[in-house]
């Protein structure tokens, strides 16, 4: 049972223009939310964060958006660049004291020269 | 920047064979994190460790994987009978603590014939 879900396995934007990657979930426990970089070959990078207080969150050209009531995230990225072409996962944990994560299964941002 | 470091980055070996990889945390960091990646089922939490000691292994299938950390720098995953299909990216993560982000090693691709 995929308590994360990102629906969209692929998406190609132009250079410059705005990349919207959108990410659903089902445990209403969930509070605290990432999302992760992934190149061919190499482990997830961390790009950022929200907790479940907030709704916003701004890192320079990443903002990520999170809608309790929808169950919902995305991560916007402005303007886009083709160094951006990655693999992006959403990632959700619950606050137990564990810490796991449970992950999506990607999306396949390419951004076009 | 401090990373994770796994070791070997690609085994192949034959069914039967016993497979043991490695992972060094980032220093400082109190929590790692097993996990799994295949086309089927993307990246799925096998164990994870506090303060060395071992919370959660339950994603592991016990009969032939063990988890362990010997020390705050080492952790380890071994395969004993390894099969094709435990064939796939095992990264290694660690992090500082709750509402951390996880940071992620480059992961040992394995094969097994």
């Known amino acids: 049972d995929q308590q994360v879900k990102q629906n969209s396995p692929s998406l190609s934007v132009q250079e410059g223009r705005i990349s919207i990657l959108n990410c659903d979930y089902t445990?209403?426990?969930?509070?605290?939310f990432l999302w992760y970089k992934k190149y061919p070959a190499e482990g997830p990078t961390f790009l950022i964060s929200?907790?479940?207080?907030?709704d916003k969150n701004e890192d320079g050209r990443f903002t990520v958006f999170l809608n309790k009531s929808a169950k919902h995230l995305s991560l916007h990225i402005v303007p886009s660049q083709p160094g951006d072409s990655a693999v992006y996962f959403c990632?959700?944990?619950?606050?137990?004291?564990?810490?796991?994560?449970?992950f999506g299964t990607g999306t396949r941002l390419t951004v076009i020269p | 920047d401090a990373r994770v470091t796994q070791t070997p980055r690609h085994k192949v070996t034959e069914m039967g064979q016993e497979v043991t990889m490695r992972c060094q945390p980032i220093?400082?960091?109190?929590?790692v994190f097993w996990y799994r990646q295949t086309m089927m089922q993307g990246l799925e939490l096998l164990a994870y460790?506090?303060?060395?000691?071992?919370?959660?292994d339950s994603g592991m299938p016990k009969d032939r994987f063990s988890a362990e950390m010997p020390d705050a720098t080492l952790a380890t995953l071994k395969i004993q009978p390894s099969e094709p299909r435990d064939s796939a990216v095992y990264f290694c993560?660690?992090?500082?603590?709750?509402?951390?982000?996880?940071?992620f090693g480059d992961g040992t691709r394995l094969s097994i014939l």
């Open positions: 445990n209403s426990m969930f509070d605290y």
């Open positions: 990632a959700a944990s619950v606050k137990t004291g564990a810490n796991n994560l449970f």
């Open positions: 220093l400082g960091h109190n929590t």
């Open positions: 460790f506090r303060n060395r000691a071992p919370l959660d």
């Open positions: 929200i907790s479940s207080i907030k």
């Open positions: 993560a660690s992090d500082s603590g709750i509402n951390q982000p996880q940071h």
